[in-house]
């Protein structure tokens, strides 16, 4: 039963089964004393009546309890049958919960409740353990409390052998951290709240201890066991270009990244670097000169777009940016012709190709290389961990994969979901970007948003109108697009105007004949949905209109936004929502309208969402935190984490007597999950 409902399996899952919270059973709430304010309150009464009120969906049970103050009504939706049959009216309940307010009474929906003997009360001071626990076990007379005797028993039985100290001397006293055995004892059953900080203090570092160990482990295996094919000079084409063909000076960010790059190609091990960089920050760049730098060593370089229109502006770009240099760069995306296609696979085999741009088409098997060095994969989020595996398999030697996202990451969540990986910033904008002036409007302005956009349009700039597409095949959202196209059409007639439109539905040529009119200037106007979301670069346009913009997660905001702002001219992003709002939204236009940082966005964005919900994190196991919170307890992840370094650097292999406890406990986890697995 607890195995099925809660995942406990054994008694070290028992005891790793914390308790939400503790109640002090010496402290009970009046009735009276209750307000809009209380956060959890313990209230003591007789229970008055209780019965079944209401009929189908709306059934629930009512009971009323009465304390020397005042009366509250208990209310359940849920488990009526349960409760029903244990609760008494006459008797006494002490009852635990959120109290709230309905039609002035005060109400407390589905409490913690248990039988209460005035005279036993007042006599327990330590705090007791609350956990949580599922109807079912309910159903089965397994509570919370029930769970807490069986720990409460196991914890009596276990000696501090049995539950042994698994972190380095030094690392505990360093900390100042409490032992295991006693973390374990006081995080369920502390003898005073200092008591319970403590043990969760030491239980929290432990968890960023362990997960940055095993990042950390595999990262050092990468570096110690996977050779790299080494990229011995720099040559003609790098130096070539960086000299004659170079549109712009590189900020001291770029050029920080570019060595980093080098260095680790050189190194003879296999570089897998993530480079984070903010929108428009210019990391194709980045990515060009390192292409380069493989083909000056007579290696052929690959660079993975997530979609068509990305991959063919890649491709477009990087040919007008080479075009005078011996480099001989191809496209090959799902809807690359078969000729052509033909032709392409045959120079990737026969070496006589050095650069390849691409959709994930270039990482299928009928894809082979002469001699592939190095793999770019761009926007990185929407590529999954799978796909990126398989480039790894297109050489005999990996070749060295650069990663390049422009969702920024904040740092505590990149050390944890991607602490394997190197890691580089782009922390500076090229220089003379003014940052985008975004405001909120509520839709009933959008006729003077349109005014706006004609007077931008009138001195020479583009403009987006985007509509939240949830899904790709939802109908509704395709409607909507298609009646904001009518209306943004009403607004701006042909021939004065011309619109592009741009959707999920269409197909890839269709697509990309949309989109090069409005790269090329042909039309002034592109409606579109999230579709562009990623990577597009047309610098002439100014105005960004974001439909139903409460529908947007921040992230995507951001990159919305960055599509705008990216030439020189101010410009301007106007989030568009409805009246009603939930605070979660209005948060999100306030931070949307309070900055163009996009680590400060990332970092809100972890705040609201909690890691789980970050883009690109998803499958990541390093976040399964029991106790520890990547937002509130950052400081702690970076001091677990140097601790974690400093281990690693004198004892690589955890072979002095200090680290061998640290090294069972590892290996007896991986078994563990080893067995998870099979079974
Ligand atoms: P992202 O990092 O979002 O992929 P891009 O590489 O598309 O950014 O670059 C955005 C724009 O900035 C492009 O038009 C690019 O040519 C330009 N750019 C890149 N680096 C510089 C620089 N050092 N100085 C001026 N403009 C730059
Ligand atoms: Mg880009």
């Known amino acids: 039963?607890?195995?099925?409902?809660?995942?406990?399996?054994?008694?070290?899952?028992?005891?790793?089964?914390?308790?939400?919270?503790?109640?002090d059973k010496t402290k009970v709430d009046k009735i009276a004393s209750l307000s809009y304010n209380t956060e959890f309150a313990q209230v003591a009464g007789t229970l008055m009546s209780i019965e079944l009120i209401g009929e189908k969906r709306s059934k629930r049970l009512v009971g009323q309890l009465k304390d020397d103050t005042g009366v509250m009504e208990l209310v359940w939706f849920q488990g009526i049958n349960w409760v029903q049959k244990i609760l008494v009216p006459g008797q006494q309940y002490l009852v635990f919960g959120k109290p709230g307010f309905f039609m002035g009474k005060p109400q407390m929906a589905h409490p913690e409740i248990e039988n209460y003997d005035p005279q036993k009360a007042g006599g327990?001071?330590?705090?007791?353990?609350?956990?949580?626990?599922?109807?079912?076990?309910?159903?089965?007379?397994?509570?919370?409390?029930?769970?807490?005797?069986?720990?409460?028993?196991?914890?009596?039985?276990?000696?501090?052998?049995?539950?042994?100290?698994?972190?380095?001397?030094?690392?505990?006293?360093?900390?100042k951290l409490i032992s295991r055995y006693d973390a374990f004892r006081h995080i369920h059953f502390p003898a005073s709240v200092q008591h319970h900080q403590h043990a969760l203090r030491r239980l929290k570092f432990e968890e960023f201890f362990l997960a940055q160990l095993s990042i950390q482990?595999?990262?050092?295996?990468?570096?110690r066991f996977s050779k790299g094919l080494v990229f011995s000079k720099v040559g003609e084409l790098f130096t070539g270009f960086y000299e004659k063909h170079l549109p712009f000076d590189l900020t001291g960010a770029q050029k920080k990244v570019i060595k980093e790059i080098r260095k680790d190609c050189g190194s003879g091990h296999q570089m897998n670097r993530l480079l984070q960089g903010d929108v428009g920050s210019g990391k194709t760049m980045v990515a060009l000169l390192s292409m380069l730098l493989a083909a000056d060593n007579g290696f052929q370089s690959v660079m993975m777009a997530p979609t068509e229109i990305l991959a063919q502006q890649h491709f477009n770009s990087i040919s007008e940016l080479v075009k005078s240099l011996?480099?001989?760069?191809?496209?090959?995306?799902?809807?690359?012709?078969?000729?052509?296609?033909?032709?392409?696979?045959?120079?990737?085999?026969?070496?006589?190709?050095?650069?390849?741009?691409?959709?994930?088409?270039?990482?299928?098997?009928?894809?082979?290389?002469?001699?592939?060095?190095?793999?770019?994969v761009d926007e990185q989020h929407k590529f999954g961990v799978a796909q990126r595996a398989r480039l790894w398999k297109k050489n005999?030697?990996?070749?060295?994969?650069?990663?390049?996202?422009?969702?920024?990451?904040?740092?505590?969540?990149?050390?944890?979901?991607?602490?394997?990986?190197?890691?580089?910033?782009?922390?500076?904008?090229?220089?003379?970007?003014?940052?985008?002036?975004?405001?909120?409007?509520?839709?009933?302005?959008?006729?003077?948003v349109?005014?706006?956009?004609?007077?931008?349009?009138?001195?020479?700039?583009?403009?987006?109108?985007?509509?939240?597409?949830?899904?790709?095949?939802?109908?509704?959202?395709?409607?909507?697009?298609?009646?904001?196209?009518?209306?943004?059409?009403?607004?701006?007639?042909?021939?004065?105007?011309?619109?592009?439109?741009?959707?999920?539905?269409?197909?890839?040529?269709?697509?990309?004949?949309?989109?090069?009119?409005?790269?090329?200037?042909?039309?002034?106007?592109?409606?579109?949905?999230?579709?562009?979301e990623v990577g597009v670069n047309v610098p002439n346009a100014t105005v960004m209109v974001i439909e139903s913009a409460e529908k947007f997660g921040l992230s995507q905001l951001h990159q919305l936004r960055g599509r705008v702002g990216r030439g020189a001219d101010q410009s301007y992003c106007i989030l568009l929502t409805g009246r009603k709002l939930s605070?979660?939204?209005?948060?999100?236009?306030?931070?949307?309208?309070?900055?163009?940082?996009?680590?400060?966005?990332?970092?809100?964005?972890?705040?609201?969402?909690?890691?789980?919900?970050m883009e690109g994190?998803?499958?990541?196991?390093?976040?399964?935190?029991?106790?520890?919170?990547?937002?509130?307890?950052?400081?702690?992840?970076?001091?677990?984490?140097?601790?974690?370094?400093?281990?690693?650097?004198?004892?690589?292999?955890?072979?002095?007597?200090?680290?061998?406890?640290?090294?069972?406990?590892?290996?007896?986890?991986?078994?563990?999950?080893?067995?998870?697995k099979i079974a």
């Open 396 to 448: 005999t030697s990996p070749p060295h994969i650069l990663v390049m996202t422009a969702t920024p990451i904040p740092r505590t969540l990149a050390l944890t979901a991607y602490g394997d990986l190197d890691y580089s910033v782009i922390d500076e904008l090229p220089p003379g970007r003014k940052p985008v002036n975004t405001v909120h409007r509520f839709e009933n302005a959008r006729p003077q």
């Open 583 to 613: 605070n979660d939204a209005r948060e999100r236009l306030k931070i949307m309208t309070g900055t163009n940082d996009g680590f400060k966005i990332a970092e809100k964005d972890l705040e609201l969402r909690g890691p789980g919900e």
């Open 217 to 223: 482990l595999i990262k050092l295996g990468r570096q």
């Open 1 to 23: 039963m607890l195995r099925k409902e809660l995942q406990v399996f054994s008694f070290k899952d028992l005891l790793e089964y914390y308790p939400f919270r503790h109640v």
């Open 124 to 175: 327990k001071s330590f705090l007791e353990p609350v956990y949580p626990s599922t109807e079912k076990l309910k159903a089965k007379g397994l509570n919370g409390r029930a769970i807490g005797k069986f720990t409460f028993d196991l914890l009596n039985r276990l000696t501090e052998k049995e539950i042994p100290e698994i972190l380095p001397a030094s690392v505990v006293s360093q900390y």
């Open 450 to 532: 349109m005014d706006f956009i004609k007077e931008q349009l009138s001195m020479g700039s583009q403009a987006y109108v985007i509509y939240p597409l949830i899904e790709e095949s939802s109908k509704l959202d395709y409607e909507n697009l298609m009646k904001g196209f009518e209306e943004v059409k009403s607004f701006f007639p042909e021939p004065k105007y011309w619109i592009s439109m741009v959707h999920g539905k269409q197909d890839p040529e269709q697509k990309e004949t949309n989109m090069q009119r409005f790269v090329k200037g042909d039309t002034q106007i592109m409606v579109s949905t999230t579709v562009i």
């Open 326 to 376: 011996p480099v001989n760069v191809k496209l090959l995306t799902g809807s690359t012709k078969a000729k052509e296609r033909k032709q392409v696979l045959a120079a990737c085999e026969d070496g006589s190709l050095d650069i390849l741009v691409g959709t994930h088409a270039v990482i299928e098997d009928t894809v082979q290389f002469k001699n592939l060095g190095f793999a770019v």
């Open 617 to 676: 994190t998803r499958q990541s196991g390093a976040l399964n935190f029991r106790l520890a919170n990547l937002v509130q307890d950052k400081n702690m992840l970076e001091a677990a984490r140097s601790a974690v370094e400093s281990i690693i650097r004198t004892d690589p292999e955890l072979a002095l007597a200090e680290n061998l406890p640290l090294k069972n406990y590892l290996q007896s986890q991986k078994s563990k999950t080893r067995w998870s």
